[in-house]
């Protein structure tokens, strides 16, 4: 079974930086693209970032590109999300997600089967 665990999350002014992590219960990341996702109140969960397997491939929604970056460390079974230059609009429940098919990178959330918990961004003006 695959677990998926997001830490990092919190207040943080606008224009800050957070930096999100996502740690998996066992060696799940080969040949399977992983996600960031996000939830505001009152909204769709939207894509954030994906990573390819190898690392060597990354995908941004164009509302943060140029702001987070993704990343990963296999041998630790972690992913990253570093974001910078945050904004109030930034604000929502953060989830990392893999996907349910290898070698591939979807940007819709019903291609990712599995999720972790999720972890409260607040981004105050």
């Known amino acids: 079974q695959v677990q998926l665990v997001e830490s990092g999350g919190g207040l943080v002014q606008a224009g800050g930086s957070l930096r999100l992590s996502c740690v998996a219960s066992?060696?799940?990341?080969?040949?399977?693209?992983m996600g960031w996702f996000r939830q505001a109140p009152g909204k769709e969960r939207e894509f954030v970032a994906a990573?390819?397997?190898?690392?060597?491939?990354?995908y941004y929604a164009d509302s943060v590109k140029g702001r987070f970056t993704i990343s990963k460390t296999n041998a630790k079974n972690t992913m990253y999300l570093q974001m910078d230059s945050l904004k109030p609009e930034d604000t929502a429940v953060y989830y990392c997600?893999?996907?349910?098919?290898?070698?591939?990178?979807?940007?819709?959330?019903?291609?990712?089967?599995?999720w972790g918990q999720g972890t409260q961004v607040t981004v105050s003006s």
């Open positions: 990573i390819s397997w190898s690392g060597g491939s990354t």
């Open positions: 997600a893999r996907d349910s098919r290898p070698n591939r990178i979807p940007t819709m959330s019903r291609e990712y089967a599995y």
């Open positions: 066992e060696r799940t990341f080969s040949n399977y693209a």
